[in-house]
């Protein structure tokens, strides 16, 4: 009833820019915080961005000034911009949606590859 689908992903040269997307069915975004994570090969899952359900957004250091993490209530899409990428963002994205005491809810991820 519930999903999450993530779309945007793909090959990019270092510099450029990719915008991802999270389309959610089944519940608002606007009642729930939206969150991006990103996992590379042999590393742990990492926090990326937060976007809280009364609109507080936060982005951790190493994207900051970057990374761009908004959503589209009328579309209840989740998004992030990501500008200037870097071969150090090459991961599988993942989007989540959260909020204390409900159930929370995973997307399948995308990839971004950031490469000359």
């Known amino acids: 009833q519930v999903q999450l689908v993530e779309s945007g992903g793909g090959l990019v040269q270092p510099g450029g820019s990719l915008r991802l997307s999270c389309a959610a069915s089944?519940?608002?975004?606007?009642?729930?915080?939206g969150v991006w994570y990103r996992q590379a090969p042999g590393k742990q899952r990492e926090l990326v961005a937060t976007l809280t359900w009364v609109g507080s957004a936060n982005v951790v250091d190493s994207v900051k000034g970057r990374f761009t993490i908004s959503r589209d209530n009328a579309k209840n899409i989740l998004y992030l911009q990501m500008n200037s990428l870097k071969p150090e963002d090459t991961a599988n994205y993942y989007c989540h949606a959260k909020r204390a005491g409900w159930n929370a809810y995973w997307g399948q991820g995308t990839q971004v590859t950031v490469s000359s």
């Open positions: 089944g519940i608002s975004f606007s009642a729930y915080n």
